[in-house]
């Protein structure tokens, strides 16, 4: 079995609509957080209509639309889904400081294959060691340093491979550059 997940972060209430394109070809949509409200998550549509979100910062009642609000309590702050090969942790990462974050996340979470974060807006794929630790960057207009990224992640029990996608900033040329993809036992 392999499944092909979508991770998105911060989008702050706008999901880039080239990423919502790529998360269509996904089994599942993982957001990591600073969603900023429901019309995010609804217009994450992977294949299996499947999405989890975990709590950011900024994901709080006076920030949200009233008519939304009463579904913040239903986002955990963080979550564990258990994937073809290994553990997948959420978390959007503000509870962990900004030093040492990634050997924070490992000791905190070592039985993960792999911890997404988002909250710095800093694309970062660190799989120098296990667990890898992902940040998507922002996939919405808020802080996307560079324009809005997004990861895929494609998870077998055979192993899991990562592909990173920066897209230009509004304006640019439409089309997903594939920056880096890597894996150990890549199906």
């Known amino acids: 079995m392999m499944l092909r997940i979508a991770i998105v972060a ?6 880039d609509p080239r990423i919502a394109e790529l998360v269509t070809g996904c089994d599942l949509a993982v957001h990591g957080g600073d969603i900023g409200n429901a019309a995010v998550l609804a217009a994450l549509q992977p294949r299996t209509g499947r999405v989890l ?7 709080v009642a006076h920030k ?3 008519a939304e609000q ?5 986002l955990p702050l963080e979550m564990v889904e258990e994937l073809p090969g290994g553990r997948l942790v959420v978390v959007h990462g503000h509870r962990t400081p900004a030093r040492d974050r990634h050997q924070r996340l490992r000791r905190r979470f070592p039985e993960a294959r792999a911890i ?4 710095s807006h ?3 794929a660190d799989q120098d060691a296990e667990p890898w630790v992902l940040n998507p960057g922002a996939a919405g207009r808020s802080r996307t340093n560079g324009g809005p990224s997004c990861m895929v992640l494609i998870a077998s029990h055979d192993g899991w491979a990562l592909s990173v996608h ?7 040329r439409a089309t997903a550059q594939c920056l880096r993809e890597s894996g ?3 199906p």
């Open 184 to 186: 150990r036992g890549a």
């Open 166 to 172: 920066r897209f230009p900033l509004s304006g640019q």
């Open 70 to 74: 009463h579904l913040l309590v239903e």
């Open 122 to 124: 800093r694309l970062v």
């Open 64 to 66: 949200w639309p009233a």
């Open 116 to 119: 997404v974060y988002g909250h």
């Open 10 to 15: 911060d989008t702050h209430g706008q999901l």
């Open 53 to 59: 979100a975990v709590l950011g910062n900024n994901d």
